[in-house]
Structures are given as structure tokens and as C-alpha cells.
């Protein structure tokens, strides 16, 4: 951490703002537990990403054990970082404010995680559970405000957008089945237009229990979008699978000519997020429809210098290497050559394997090009 200043990082919201003057949306990879590890944020940022989450760290855990935040939390010593939001499990408002201002020196912004369907997650009133406590989200969020405030940190949002010491705090949501009770929520987390409590806020428009194999609901989207948009910025988790299919259009997003289009127009939205896709694909914001040799080779580079346990390593691998989430079903290695790819056991073999695999493989490079 020795080499790294306070200065190297850039307020998210001044990120919103340049992708808005070059009038497209803001590119944001999704919190993945277990892979949106530093490595894979450096990969992303390379193809153009704009802001990078952490995997969610639970709050309480990070706040009471050195090892924890060693493990949860790496950063890199060599150079600015990927611009980064630190995203924290979360139930009691002194917990994240803690949490917080512990990782505010080394990060852009922190985030809540309200979105969160795991079985345990709820049963701890952490993740989807707090959708019913917006007054504790609400807390939570002005706690952690008043914390940061206190250490000296820029919290003003738009107003704090060139200082240096400028920090975000944001939440990321799921949606209800009575979406009455999503606009309570916002409306409660938001708090007052001139001067909101939140800076930005991400919005997953699936319910707790609808799977992720079922279609973001649009029109919630778009109903969310226009009640709120105009208020405070908002992003879109779910099915961005490549920048030239999304499941709806938009005045910033791109939409093949010529197409029969029934998709609904979004005008209020500010940029996407992507989990699944950017994890084969992590150069999908870079415009390619499927995951080229190089995002695989850069992805190896970084793993080397900031390690990752050899097994997620492989794993990352296998989906970057695999036919993707998008239509291009085009994948850099097949099912059986995949299967031996897992039969490595060090990360020696894992690179001999790729470069023998590669010999013959450049045909398939230039069939995922960008569009
Ligand atoms: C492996 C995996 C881990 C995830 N971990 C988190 C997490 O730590 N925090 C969070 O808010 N969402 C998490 N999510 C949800 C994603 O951020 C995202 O909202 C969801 O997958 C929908 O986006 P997608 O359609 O692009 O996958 C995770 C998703 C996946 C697939």
C-alpha cells in the first residue's frame, strides 16, 4: 500500500459524468463474490470499464479481524487502481460506517448491498431482507455519510466531484413483486432532491425469488427510471450480456440498424452493470460480442502479479474460454478441450495447456472481433 495516494482516485460521479459527454452509458462491472477479485478488476478496467465493484465483505467481519480485511480486500501497489467501489454486507449503520471509513483511502466509493438472495444473506437481515427495512438502509447511508464527513472526506456528491477527497455512497437494489413498495423504498433511501442522501444507486429489476434465468423485468426498469432518473443516477444489473443486445433502448445505447424493435425505450438511465457476461467475457465493454485470446492473456498477466487461489484462477479461465452469455456462441476453446483445461493442477500447466491450445487457435480470434 506504501506507494499509493489518496489523490489516485477519481469520484464515481465525475465517471458518470464523462460517459455522459461522450454521450454513452457508464460501464460498471458487478460485485461477484468470489471473482470480482483485484486481477479480474484490473482485466476489466483494461477493456473499458469504468468502475469496478468488489465482491460484497461482510461489514462486521472486515471491522473486527486484520485477517479478514487482508483476505476480503486487496489492493495493488504498483499505480493507480481500476477506480473501485467497495461494496459491504451490511444490518447496523455503525458496522458500515466503521467499514467504511477504513476503506476510504484506498477506493472511490462504498456500496450497500440490498440485494442479496441468499438463503443465509436474509436469515441475517443482510441482502434482499433489507428491501423491507428501508429506514435502517436509510440509517445506514447517513451514518456512514456523517462518518465519512467527520475523517475529512469530500461527501458533498456533485459538489465534491473534483476533490480529490471525493467518496461515493451508494446502494444496489432488487425489486419488489408490488413495485409501490420499491418506489417506498428509493423514495425513503434517497431522502431530499436538493441534497440526496445517496450518490447513485443500481438497481438488479428481478424480485428476491425470480432466477436470474428469467429476463430482468423492463418495465419496472423503465417505470423506476422515469420516477427517479432525473434525481439521482441510476444503473441497470442484469442481462448486459454485449452492448449491442440489450433488452431495451435507449437514447445513449447502440441499436442495430434495420432491426424489427418492440424492445422499450429507457431515456433516465445512466449505465449498466454486468456479472455473468463480463465473467466470459471481460472485454465485452471494449465492444466484442465474445471473449478474445487477449482479455485471456491479460487476465493471466494480472493473476500473476496479484494472485488468486490457483482453483478460482482455472475457473475464471474455463468461463472467459467457454461460448459466453451473448448470441455469439463462438467459444475460444470446446466442451472436451475445456474438461482437460480443468484436469491442470498449477498454474505452470494451466499456461502450457492455453499455449499448445493457441497454436492452432488464432483462426478463432478473429471471428469474435468488436462490432
Ligand atoms: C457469481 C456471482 C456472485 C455475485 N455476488 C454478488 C455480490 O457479492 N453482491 C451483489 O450485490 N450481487 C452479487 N451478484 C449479483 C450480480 O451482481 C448481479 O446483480 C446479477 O448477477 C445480475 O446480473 P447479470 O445478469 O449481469 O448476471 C453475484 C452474481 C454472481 C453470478
Known amino acids: 500500500m506504501t506507494d499509493f495516494v489518496e489523490s489516485d482516485h477519481v469520484h464515481p460521479l465525475k465517471l458518470f459524468e464523462a460517459a455522459k459527454d461522450q454521450k454513452r452509458f457508464i460501464y460498471t462491472s458487478a460485485p461477484m463474490v468470489r471473482y470480482s477479485k483485484l486481477a479480474f478488476r484490473q482485466t476489466v478496467h483494461e477493456y473499458g470499464t469504468d468502475l469496478c465493484w468488489t465482491p460484497m ?33 451490511a444490518n447496523v449503520p455503525l458496522e458500515l460506517a466503521r467499514a467504511s471509513t477504513l476503506v476510504a483511502p484506498y477506493s472511490s466509493g462504498v456500496d450497500l448491498n440490498c440485494g442479496c438472495p441468499q438463503s443465509w444473506a436474509c436469515a441475517e437481515t443482510l441482502g434482499a431482507a433489507l428491501m423491507e427495512k428501508r429506514e435502517l438502509v436509510r440509517d445506514m447511508v447517513l451514518e456512514t455519510r456523517e462518518h465519512l464527513r467527520r475523517d475529512g472526506w469530500g461527501v458533498g456528491k456533485d459538489k465534491d466531484i473534483d476533490n480529490p477527497k471525493g467518496r461515493s455512497i451508494s446502494v444496489k437494489i432488487r425489486v419488489h413483486k408490488d413495485l409501490r413498495k420499491t418506489m417506498d423504498f428509493i423514495t425513503t433511501v434517497l431522502g431530499p432532491e ?11 429489476p428481478r424480485t428476491r425469488s425470480t432466477p436470474s434465468s428469467i429476463p430482468i423485468n423492463v418495465e419496472a426498469l423503465e417505470i423506476l427510471t422515469s420516477t427517479f432518473g432525473k434525481k439521482v443516477p441510476i444503473l441497470v444489473s442484469g442481462d448486459v450480456f454485449t452492448l449491442s443486445t440489450l433488452p431495451y433502448t435507449s437514447p445513449i445505447a447502440p441499436v442495430p440498424a434495420g432491426d424489427k424493435d418492440d424492445r422499450i425505450n429507457i431515456p433516465n438511465l445512466a449505465g449498466l452493470m454486468s456479472a455473468r457476461a463480463i465473467l466470459c467475457n471481460p472485454a ?13 492473456d491479460t487476465f493471466l498477466n494480472k493473476v500473476v502479479r496479484c494472485s488468486l487461489p490457483f482453483k478460482l484462477a482455472q475457473h475464471h479461465v474455463s468461463e472467459m474460454c467457454g461460448p459466453g452469455m451473448g448470441p455469439n456462441k463462438t467459444a475460444l476453446l470446446n466442451k472436451k478441450e475445456r474438461s482437460a483445461l480443468m484436469e491442470c493442477t498449477n498454474m505452470v500447466d494451466l499456461i502450457d495447456f492455453l499455449d499448445a491450445k493457441r497454436e492452432g487457435g488464432v483462426r478463432r480470434e478473429s471471428t469474435s472481433s468488436p462490432n
Request: charged share 20%.
Open 194 to 204: 436538493q441534497d440526496r442522501h445517496i450518490d447513485f444507486v443500481t438497481i438488479h
Open 57 to 89: 465483505i461482510l461489514a462486521k467481519e472486515f471491522n473486527r479481524n486484520r485477517f479478514a480485511r487482508d483476505s476480503d480486500f486487496t489492493l495493488s501497489t504498483r499505480g493507480p487502481q481500476p477506480p473501485t467501489i467497495v461494496q459491504f454486507g
Open 284 to 296: 465485452l465493454y471494449a465492444g466484442y460480442d465474445a471473449c478474445p485470446w487477449s482479455a485471456v
